[in-house]
């Protein structure tokens, strides 16, 4: 049982932000805002992007704010096949996107004066359900993390800022043996699952789930969760994006399910790992020869917590004093703080307003925490105040089967 309240899973969308408890449908396009000659007024700028989940979600959606403030989101452009995860580049002319059903990634072109998005490029990345992107653009190269085959597969940026057909792949770990770069081309796999959740829900956790992957910002190094082996992976980097040595990296207790993690802003000598089916928090160290040491362990949920729960996402302050972990089912966000010397102490939680939460974004001025609710279909607001909890600001943002927002 969740011991903060119950909530329903609400099965369709609804309509429109709302801040109380109802608000008038308006279309998901359009405004209805017309200019004093009569014609429709033209959309607002989007301050931000959003992607989610099929079939509620018909591909990516703008946020824009209308001449009274609300937010709302509207269809910027149609991409079936799920646009879970976004990234913006290129100082926010290019976007790209994940297509976690359709084992694709997209390129467009974001118009600068009016957010417009022109498609560039689509094509396979060559794995099963890729549900995380890592990009060095200083190296012009990016890796995706495929949940359905556990493979990183490396694509390069062209000279147009387009992501090229990934065609490097790094293979599951195999007991101790260092994983080989491959051609992509020859490992296309075939009757993959629908998503990553069904294969959690169906408990396939045994079989290798690459979940995250992020180059350090400092060390030549690069690290990756795989979900399904409890492993947190490391990798020495040898100039290109192909001259990889793996390292010994960090096994997790059984059950743990390494899902995303943080550097510690102010020391990337530290970083932060949230655990999906553990509930759990692990606080490491990290030296430069690539040796991770594990410090302590947390759990993301309060005390006498009985029921069902997977942790989603992570993120941390910039000042480095705050850490925000999600957690599905349970419904929270729960808050650490973090002391001078980076260690981790519960702070507390709060509702998530919704159902399922699975990611969160901070807003670029640091003040406010932008909740994806998949199951609700809506983003909410948290106001973010030194010393105290996150507080819900009484702002709901319709998004279909809501899964990132990314501000530009």
């Known amino acids: 049982m969740n011991p903060m309240r119950s909530s329903s899973i609400r099965d369709e969308p609804p309509a429109t932000e709302r801040?109380?408890?109802a608000a008038p449908a308006v279309a998901?396009?359009?405004?209805?805002?017309?200019?004093?000659?009569?014609?429709?007024?033209?959309?607002?700028?989007?301050?931000?992007f959003a992607g989610g989940y099929a079939p509620h979600c018909a591909g990516i959606h703008?946020?824009?704010?209308?001449?009274?403030?609300?937010v709302r989101a509207r269809l910027a452009t149609a991409l079936p096949g799920s646009p879970t995860w976004l990234h913006l580049a290129d100082e926010g002319r290019r976007l790209h996107a994940l297509l976690e059903e359709s084992h694709e990634l997209a390129t467009f072109a974001?118009?600068?004066?009016?957010?417009?998005?022109?498609?560039?490029?689509?094509?396979?990345?060559?794995?099963?359900?890729?549900?995380?992107?890592?990009?060095?653009?200083?190296?012009?190269?990016?890796?995706?993390?495929?949940y359905g085959d556990g493979t990183l597969r490396s694509a390069a940026l062209d000279a147009d800022g387009r992501l090229t057909p990934p065609d490097r792949v790094l293979m599951p770990r195999a007991g101790a043996e260092a994983?080989?770069?491959?051609?992509?081309?020859?490992?296309?796999?075939?009757?993959?699952?629908?998503?990553?959740g069904a294969l959690v829900a169906a408990g396939s956790s045994a079989a290798s789930h690459a979940h995250m992957v992020r180059r350090h910002p400092r060390w030549p190094l690069m690290l990756a969760t795989d979900l399904g082996r409890d492993l947190l992976r490391v990798w020495r980097c040898?100039?290109?994006?192909?001259?990889?040595?793996?390292?010994?990296?960090?096994?997790?207790?059984?059950?743990?399910?390494?899902?995303?993690?943080?550097w510690h802003p102010r020391d990337p000598s530290q970083l932060y790992l949230l655990n999906e089916q553990a509930n759990a928090l692990d606080w490491l160290g990290l030296d430069e020869a690539g040796s991770l040491t594990h410090r302590l362990r947390l759990s993301s949920l309060p005390a006498g917590f009985d029921g069902l729960s997977y942790?989603?996402?992570?993120?941390?302050?910039?000042?480095?004093?705050?850490?925000?972990?999600?957690n599905r089912l349970h419904d929270a966000i729960a808050v650490f703080d973090l002391d001078a010397a980076g260690r981790p102490s519960w702070r507390g939680e709060v509702w998530a307003q919704g159902s399922y939460p699975r990611s969160a974004t901070l807003s670029p001025d640091g003040r406010e925490l932008w909740v994806s609710l998949q199951r609700s279909h809506q983003v909410c607001v948290f106001r973010l105040e030194a010393d105290a909890l996150p507080?819900?600001?009484?702002?709901?943002?319709?998004?279909?089967?809501?899964a990132c927002v990314v501000f530009r």
């Open 179 to 196: 994983p080989v770069a491959t051609d992509a081309s020859a490992d296309t796999p075939a009757d993959a699952p629908v998503t990553a």
């Open 311 to 326: 942790a989603s996402d992570l993120l941390v302050m910039p000042d480095g004093r705050r850490l925000f972990a999600l």
């Open 391 to 402: 507080r819900f600001d009484g702002r709901f943002v319709a998004m279909p089967g809501a």
């Open 28 to 48: 998901a396009t359009a405004g209805n805002a017309r200019a004093s000659d009569g014609a429709p007024a033209p959309e607002p700028s989007p301050f931000a």
């Open 238 to 262: 040898h100039g290109s994006a192909d001259e990889l040595e793996e390292l010994d990296g960090l096994a997790l207790p059984p059950g743990s399910g390494p899902r995303h993690f943080v």
């Open 110 to 146: 974001v118009r600068p004066a009016d957010g417009a998005l022109t498609l560039l490029s689509r094509h396979p990345t060559g794995g099963s359900l890729p549900v995380h992107l890592a990009m060095d653009e200083s190296a012009r190269w990016a890796w995706i993390a495929h």
């Open 19 to 21: 801040s109380g408890p």
């Open 62 to 70: 703008a946020l824009v704010r209308d001449g009274d403030g609300r």
